[in-house]
């Protein structure tokens, strides 16, 4: 089974430049979420999508985030204009839904971004 | 508002060694406690799972100890090895309806031969 695929690895841009990040999850998870790593800290979640929908994105810092899921598959997440303090991983997971126990999250390698 | 403090920052263990991390958290409506590992480069990876229900929970040389009045839950690696080092993330969820999990600040262990 393929896991989360996450593009590009790695992105280095200029202060106010725009973003975007890719991610593909696994084939059936219906539940898919973003989420922030700074370095030496645990993830921080920008934004959950259950289907199509956005389900959480209290996080999501919205002056200059964004993000979609328009077939509730793939999903972009997308800065504009990036700040300094943008720099970071950018971690993508998915899981399966359902409301009766926990659903394990699985992430994909992320996506390191460093803003010159 | 950090809800789940975990130490130490960072930690060097012998080959063979036992290595202890441990994380307390605030909010009593979590109730599923899960550690993850993740090696540089990579994203997180689930290793071992608690429920308050029990106290210990145990994985090969991966044990979860879990104390429900103290809201304190550790992780140890008997054993340790090279292969163990990286960094690990205790977090909390709760376990019915919108499983949001707050991860800690995670720990980088170090194995030494």
């Known amino acids: 089974e393929a896991g989360v695929v996450q593009s590009p690895r790695y992105k280095i841009i200029e202060k106010k430049q725009p973003v975007a990040f890719w991610c593909n999850p696994i084939?059936?998870?219906?539940?898919l979420y973003w989420y922030l790593q700074n370095l030496g800290q645990g993830p921080e979640l920008l934004i959950r999508y259950e289907n199509e929908e956005a389900v959480d994105d209290s996080q999501l810092p919205k002056d200059r985030f964004s993000a979609e899921r328009l077939k509730g598959v793939d999903s972009t997440l997308k800065i504009q204009p990036a700040e300094l303090g943008d720099s970071a991983v950018y971690l993508c997971?998915?899981?399966?839904?359902?409301?009766?126990?926990?659903?394990?999250?699985?992430f994909g390698p992320g996506t390191r971004l460093t803003v010159l | 508002q950090q809800q789940v403090k975990q130490s130490p920052q960072s930690l060097i263990v012998q080959k063979g060694g036992i290595s202890i991390i441990n994380c307390a958290y605030e909010?009593?409506?979590?109730?599923?406690f899960p550690w993850y590992q993740q090696f540089p480069g990579k994203g997180p990876a689930l290793l071992i799972a608690i429920r308050p229900d029990v106290s210990e929970k145990k994985e090969g040389r991966f044990t979860i100890s879990f104390n429900k009045s103290a809201k304190q839950f550790s992780l140890h690696i008997m054993d340790s090895q090279p292969g163990d080092s990286a960094t690990y993330f205790c977090a909390a969820s709760n376990s019915g309806g919108y499983q949001k999990v707050t991860f800690g600040t995670g720990t980088k262990l170090q194995v030494i031969p």
């Open positions: 084939s059936g998870h219906n539940t």
């Open positions: 909010n009593t409506a979590f109730d599923y």
């Open positions: 997971a998915s899981s399966r839904s359902g409301r009766s126990s926990y659903n394990e999250q699985f």
